[in-house]
């Protein structure tokens, strides 16, 4: 379940850096601002932090150099060998959104970039309830993903990717499932949080969701 992209990021987990330092023109805009984005969001993570599809460490690193202390799940063997090699002090467990180890730590943060994505809209629903459970008292979901306004915007990506050449983009794009922000506010909303979104590129979203009372 979830799991469908797994040999995917096996195959791109040694160039995945470059790709987020913006040497794959196609990606480049995607990613623009990549650091700064992780950056802010692991300011606003607060410790004990569980994270999902960590990749190759790069929010993780930033969280642990604030002296947070992480928990990773990740389902890319890949990855995960990286991930260890990049940010040693967190502990990095396989598994994925909907599955992953039974953790005693609480859990004040759950954080995600890049990721979420890959979720069906159900498995997504399923992940947020999940989300509610876990998460102490005064906790949040923090996530940086790409995400459409709605169905004309999404056309107009598509639209602009494919003028540029950009067909492996324009692809993914179509066949990932991004969500729509009225679809995503209303699961987050559903399971009983407050939510937040700011658009932080020409792809991507921070969204913020606060465990309601
Ligand atoms: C685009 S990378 C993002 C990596 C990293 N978070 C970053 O910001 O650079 C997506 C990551 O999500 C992982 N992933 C894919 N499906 C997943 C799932 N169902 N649950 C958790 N992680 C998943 C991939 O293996 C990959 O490491």
Known sequence: ????????????????????????????????????????????SLSPVLEFGVGTANLTRKMVDQNKVVLGVEPSSE???????????????????????????????????????????????AAIVDFHQRLEEDGQVIFIDTLFKDKDHKSMLIKEAEQAGFLNLAQDLQEEYYPYLEEIKEMFVEAGFEVSFEQINKYAWLIQAEKGE
């Open 1 to 44: 379940m979830g799991m469908e992209f797994v040999d995917l990021f096996n195959q791109w987990a040694s160039s995945y850096d470059d790709t987020v330092a913006g040497k794959d023109p196609e990606y480049r805009e995607v990613f623009d601002g990549y650091e700064e984005m992780l950056e802010r969001l692991a300011k606003l």
């Open 79 to 125: 990855m995960r060998r990286i991930a260890k090699v990049k940010c040693p002090e967190a502990a990095i467990y396989e598994g994925n959104f909907l599955e992953y180890p039974m953790l005693q730590s609480p859990i004040r943060s759950i954080v995600s970039s890049f990721a979420f994505h890959h979720l069906t809209s159900s498995e997504k629903k």
